[in-house]
């Protein structure tokens, strides 16, 4: 089982950029693709971002690509999302998660099975 802890979230205007990181304890987090999602008031949660054991392959949702990107650190056990060109619309609850897959990079809910408590994302306008 892998515990995870995310950090990095904040209040910052549009345009502007933070860096989430998401520490991971257990012996699977290097064989484990990763990802990040998130959840604003209201709706259900959506698929961020996500990647490979390796870090050799990733993938995006629409709504953040060309904005986001998504790394590993194995060695240290971490995930990180950066996000640059923030929008309003980006606000929400962002959560790290570990999948069941290591080489495959899947971005359904129920393709993960550890789950972080999640840092506040607000992107004021």
Do not use: H
């Amino acid at each position: 089982q892998v515990q995870l802890v995310e950090s990095g979230g904040g209040l910052v205007q549009a345009g502007g950029s933070l860096r989430l990181s998401c520490a991971a304890s257990g012996r699977t987090f290097s064989t484990s693709a990763m990802g990040w999602f998130r959840q604003a008031p209201g709706k259900e949660r959506e698929f961020v971002a996500a990647i490979s054991w390796s870090g050799g392959s990733t993938r995006y949702a629409d709504s953040v690509k060309g904005r986001f990107t998504i790394s590993r650190d194995n060695a240290k056990n971490t995930v990180y999302l950066q996000m640059n060109s923030l929008k309003p619309e980006d606000t929400a609850l962002y959560y790290c998660a570990a999948s069941y897959y290591s080489n495959l990079v899947p971005v359904q809910v129920t393709d993960f099975r550890s789950w972080g408590q999640g840092t506040q994302v607000t992107v004021s306008s």
